[in-house]
């Protein structure tokens, strides 16, 4: 009888024990939990340079449609938009540096436009507009800003970016938020660089985060999230909790009738 009783106030503790574990610390929730009311100055936005393979949207905008036209890509009609992603419609219109750098336009011939910023690329097309049209207009985007965001949140995948510069914080929000067993101070940011992969450990608890290089995402970046220990036991907690439970009722049963 008293070995019976015993087993049941181990079982029930078992069953706190699990319940307990299961919840997550509020702490372990949170971003830039070790900041008061101050002024951080963030990083500058990190310069990009283009390189083989990036995709550009260059168009030549003048007062004259059918002058424009000679310069530029003629692009989907609105029907055919219709019937491609913005995926594939970029692919097919864009253009691609190739693996020397350069791209070809219409008219302006072949330009190298690797290793050169947004902007300088710009300036370089506009130059050569110049020779040929009075009031000619450049306009540049890059339509490569890509990056992938994997592991603990609640949409992993490849990101693209409708703008020029992105951060930490920003790509995380396209990803939809980490996921309750997301490890938050020990994120992996792998960056391509001339030399390789640079690999960067981020803590997304510390308000260091706010001026490391880490702060903001280049092209090509790829996060990856780690599970915090013990997600497999939390994730099999219920099991457990339904397990320990019908084993303790049990022992209750037994008990009343052994009484």
Known sequence: MNKIIMNKRYLILILAVVIFSSCNRRAQLLYINNIQNENIKTPEAPLYFLKPGDMLYI???????????????RGLSSMQSNMFSTETSNYLYGYILNDSGYVQLPVLGRLK???????????IIQKETQKYLTDGIAVVKQLSFKVTILGEVRSPGVKSIQKENLTIFEGLGLAGDFTDYAKRTNVLLMRQTPDGVKTIRVNLQDKNLLTSEAYYLIPNDILVVEPRKGKLFNMNAPNI????????????????ILK
């Open 59 to 73: 168009q030549i905008i003048t007062q004259d449609p059918n002058v424009s036209n000679l310069f530029n890509n």
């Open 113 to 123: 436009l690797s290793e050169q910023t947004v902007e300088n690329a710009r300036a």
């Open 241 to 256: 909790t339904v397990s320990l439970s019908i084993i303790t009722s049990t022992l209750l049963l037994i008990n009343l």
